[in-house]
């Protein structure tokens, strides 16, 4: 079975970077979209960014210039660029298909935005 492992998470102040990465198990990317999301506390989980394996790109308005998703196929890795960081961007990061669901979730990587 497919498994996602999501790293590179942690704390940061205001206005710094973080790049997280997701590895998947098995040979995955050549078929689906994949996409990012994350859950803040009381929250619903929300796409904030996808990639086709074509390499169109699509994001949140919460974080379009901020954020930059990309993927290499051959490395059945998926990654998260996040500059300039706010508080809002707390919350556990998680990546999947595009849609969601398509691939067992993975246990995600806490994101914490905080001075």
């Known amino acids: 079975q497919v498994q996602l492992v999501e790293s590179g998470g942690g704390l940061v102040q205001p206005g710094g970077s973080l790049r997280l990465s997701c590895a998947a198990s098995?040979?995955?990317?050549?078929?689906?979209?994949m996409g990012w999301y994350r859950q803040a506390p009381g929250k619903e989980r929300e796409l904030v960014a996808r990639?086709?394996?074509?390499?169109?790109?699509n994001y949140a308005d919460s974080v379009k210039g901020r954020f930059t998703i990309s993927r290499v196929n051959a490395k059945n890795t998926v990654y998260l660029q996040m500059n300039s960081l706010k508080p809002e961007d707390t919350a556990v990061y998680y990546c999947?298909?595009?849609?969601?669901?398509?691939?067992?979730w993975g246990q995600g990587t806490q994101v914490t935005v905080s001075s």
């Open positions: 990639m086709t394996n074509g390499g169109s790109t």
């Open positions: 098995g040979s995955i990317f050549m078929i689906y979209t």
């Open positions: 999947n298909s595009y849609p969601r669901g398509l691939i067992p």
